[in-house]
């Protein structure tokens, strides 16, 4: 029986131990050459992309002979106005790429030893870096549609007398979501945030090209599907792959999403449910090549992504909404 390419060597190909023993000179010079690998390393200025500039040794600033601008190795990355050394986010990106199932807040603070509000913002910058690469994405083919519901949990009375049917609208709290997936065999997976599947029509007609087919369930939301693509359908309740439809890549997709959210994460309903199911799509279309390279994947991402307008300064707008 072959061995499972997860179990195998060749999925292992990054060490935490190499990373946690990089020296401050080491890490900065890894920076460098991930985020200016198409220039080996040589540095361009990110305002106006001239080569030339002086180097500021003590500061280890670039200074630009075209515009004048001074610039860091993280300057206008998602890694701007750092406070923590380069090293431990190397570390960072390293340990969230080892967790399959996603890795929680709580436990990155742990492993970098920093606050748990540290860990949280840098946790979702990574979230939100990796999910840019799909922002204009669309995906062609043999498409797999679904959806799953998440959030908007009640909580049972204690007493039996007391107690209501949840499945009632009148019963529930309004936060409740569906996750839609849109996933190509062979490609790409891109999950969208949205109040029913019947809200996600529009959204997949702008990411699925036309001449596409659509494997979808028996749900009623999918049926105006039939007008714009050729799209079989499977009755779960009869079976999960019949007469050549099946939708078991969305599932798989699914079961990452909800072992996150029971094993790792927890809670990830309301507002953060968009950022965690980009997140597990990344980790779904990733999950056959090494730790290593999803390594750097994600560094190569990260540095290509601008400041970010949501996570910058997020707790002091934060308290400033609390106060």
Not at 87 to 96: E, T
Not at 99 to 119: E, F, P
Request: hydrophobic share 40%.
């Amino acid at each position: 029986m072959a061995q499972h390419f997860l179990l195998s060597t060749a999925a292992r190909s990054l060490s935490l131990v190499s990373v946690a023993r990089m020296s401050d000179d080491e890490a900065w010079t890894t920076f460098k050459l991930i985020r200016w690998a198409e220039t080996k390393g040589e540095p361009y200025c990110p305002r106006c992309g001239c080569l030339t500039h002086s180097f500021l040794s003590t500061r280890k600033l670039w200074k630009c002979k075209g515009c004048a601008h001074q610039y860091s190795v993280t300057s206008g990355t998602i890694f701007a106005n750092r406070k923590l050394a380069i090293r431990d986010y190397l570390m960072a990106m390293a340990v969230f790429a080892n967790g399959a199932k996603g890795h929680s807040a709580l436990q990155l603070s742990r492993d970098l030893n920093v606050q748990y509000r540290t860990a949280f913002v840098l946790a979702h910058k990574l979230r939100e870096a990796i999910a840019a690469e799909k922002a204009e994405a669309t995906v062609s083919g043999t498409v797999e549609v679904d959806g799953a519901y998440f959030g908007g949990y009640v909580k049972p009375a204690n007493h039996k007398e007391n107690r209501v049917d949840r499945r009632l609208a009148i019963n529930q709290t309004g936060k409740r979501r569906v996750v839609v997936i849109m996933r190509e065999r062979g490609g790409m997976t891109l999950p969208f945030v949205f109040k029913s599947e019947t809200a996600s029509i529009e959204t997949i007609g702008k990411r699925v090209a036309e001449g596409s087919t659509i494997h979808a369930d028996e749900a009623a939301g999918w049926d105006v599907l039939h007008k714009r693509y050729l799209t079989k359908r499977i009755n779960h309740q009869q079976a999960y792959s019949a007469d050549d439809a099946c939708t078991n890549q969305a599932e798989s997709f699914f079961s990452r999403l909800r072992r996150a959210e029971i094993g790792t994460h927890h809670h990830i309903a309301g507002p953060y449910l968009a950022a965690y199911a980009g997140e597990m799509a990344w980790r779904e279309d990733n999950r056959r090549i090494s730790n290593g390279q999803q390594y750097l994947r994600m560094a190569e991402a990260s540095l290509r992504h601008p400041p970010s307008l949501a996570w910058t300064g997020y707790w002091q707008r934060h308290q400033a909404r609390v106060a």
